[in-house]
Nanobody, 120 residues
């Protein structure tokens, strides 16, 4: 099993910055990918950014040039630096990990989510 704990959400004015962090713990063998998804009321959860165990990153077109995803100082943490925030970035941000744990391979694990609100 993998437990994901997020931190860093909050309220910020448009043009400001926030940094989200996610730490993974539990009895897993390997984490293949960690990332962040965003969900707004009435819409599906969408990928914001992800990073593989090898360091390859993938960012949604809407955040390219503004957001950066990186591995944290410890192996199983991931950070999302969000700059030049816009009201459309508002939503609940969920940390995601794709991991092998026990007899489960490539399973998705989710954090509880952290709210990001960008005011205009």
């Amino acid at each position: 099993q993998v437990q994901l704990v997020e931190s860093g959400g909050g309220l910020v004015q448009a043009g400001g910055s926030l940094r989200l962090s996610c730490a993974a713990s539990g009895s897993f063998t390997v984490i293949h990918v960690m990332g962040w998804y965003r969900q707004v009321l009435g819409k599906q959860r969408e990928l914001v950014a992800s990073i593989t165990s090898g360091g390859s990153t993938n960012l949604a077109d809407s955040v390219k040039g503004r957001f950066t995803i990186s591995r944290g100082n410890t192996k199983n943490t991931v950070n999302l630096q969000m700059n030049s925030l816009e009201p459309k970035d508002t939503g609940v941000y969920y940390c995601n990990a794709v991991a092998d744990a026990g007899y489960l391979y490539g399973k998705d694990y989710w954090g509880k989510g952290t709210l990001v609100t960008v005011s205009s």
